[in-house]
C-alpha cells in the first residue's frame, strides 16, 4: 500500500472550513483514499473514501487531485467536537487491511 | 447491532504472562483484524483474517497468536507477556471483498510490567 504524508497539526477557527492535506505521491491505480479520525483514545472513526472523483457525505468533503497524488478532507464548518487526529490512508481495493500513518492532529479553537 | 466488541477494556499483566484479548462483531463482517497504537503515533496491523478459518500476518505479528473459527469471533493471544507489548489493542471488522469502510472497536489498553 503507498504511504501518505500529512502535516503533523493544524489549527482551524470554530465555524470556518478546516482543509486537512494528505500527499500520496505513489498510489497506484486501484488504491482508494481513505480517512478516519480519531477522537481521544477511542476507535478510530470512518469520514469517508474516494478513487478519483471527489466525494461529500454528511461529515465533509474529499477532494482528490486529477493525478491522484495529493488529497484533500474539508470539515465544511468545524465545531470543537472535530478536535481530532485525523488519518489519511491509501488502500487496495480487494484487501482490507488499512496501514495508518501519524496523522494530523486538528485542533479547532473558540 | 452492538458493532465490535472488545473485552476487556483494561488489562495489567506480568512479564511472562500469557492473555487473550477478545473481539465480537454481530454485523455479519467477513474481514477482521487487530491493531495496536503506541503513545504519539498510528495503528499498526498485527494479524488480520478475511473470513472463517482463515488468517494472516500483518506488519507487527511477532509475540501474537489469532484464531478465527467463527465469523463473529477473532480473538488475539499474547503467548508470553513483555513490556514492549505495553499498548492500545484496536479490533476492526469490515463486509468483505468489496471497498468497505471499516468498524472498529473502542480499544483493551494493556500494560506489561
Known amino acids: 500500500d503507498a504511504k501518505t504524508t500529512q502535516p503533523p497539526s493544524m489549527d482551524c477557527a470554530e465555524g470556518r472550513a478546516a482543509n486537512l492535506p494528505c500527499n500520496h505521491s505513489t498510489i497506484s491505480g486501484n488504491e482508494y483514499v481513505y480517512w478516519y479520525r480519531q477522537i481521544h483514545s477511542q476507535g478510530p472513526q470512518y469520514i469517508i473514501h474516494?478513487?478519483?472523483n471527489n466525494e461529500t457525505n454528511e461529515m465533509a468533503s474529499l477532494i482528490i487531485t486529477e493525478d491522484r497524488k495529493s488529497s484533500t478532507l474539508i470539515l465544511p464548518h468545524a465545531t470543537l467536537r472535530d478536535t481530532a487526529v485525523y488519518y489519511c490512508?491509501?488502500?487496495?481495493?480487494?484487501?482490507?487491511?488499512?496501514?495508518f500513518g501519524t496523522g494530523t492532529s486538528l485542533t479547532v479553537i473558540p | 447491532n452492538a458493532g465490535v466488541t472488545q473485552t476487556p477494556k483494561f488489562q495489567v499483566l506480568k512479564t511472562g504472562q500469557s492473555m487473550t484479548l477478545q473481539c465480537a462483531q454481530d454485523m455479519n463482517h467477513e474481514y477482521m483484524s487487530w491493531y495496536r497504537q503506541d503513545p504519539g503515533m498510528g495503528l499498526r496491523l498485527i494479524h488480520y483474517?478475511?473470513?472463517?478459518?482463515?488468517?494472516d500476518q500483518g506488519e507487527v505479528p511477532n509475540g501474537y497468536n489469532v484464531s478465527r473459527s467463527t465469523t463473529e469471533d477473532f480473538p488475539l493471544r499474547l503467548l508470553s507477556a513483555a513490556p514492549s507489548q505495553t499498548s492500545v489493542y484496536f479490533c476492526a471488522s469490515s463486509l468483505g471483498t468489496k471497498n468497505t469502510e471499516a468498524f472498529f472497536g473502542q480499544g483493551t489498553r494493556l500494560t506489561v510490567v
Open positions: 490512508i491509501v488502500r487496495v481495493r480487494t484487501g482490507n487491511q488499512f496501514y
Open positions: 483474517s478475511v473470513g472463517a478459518g482463515i488468517t
Open positions: 474516494g478513487l478519483k
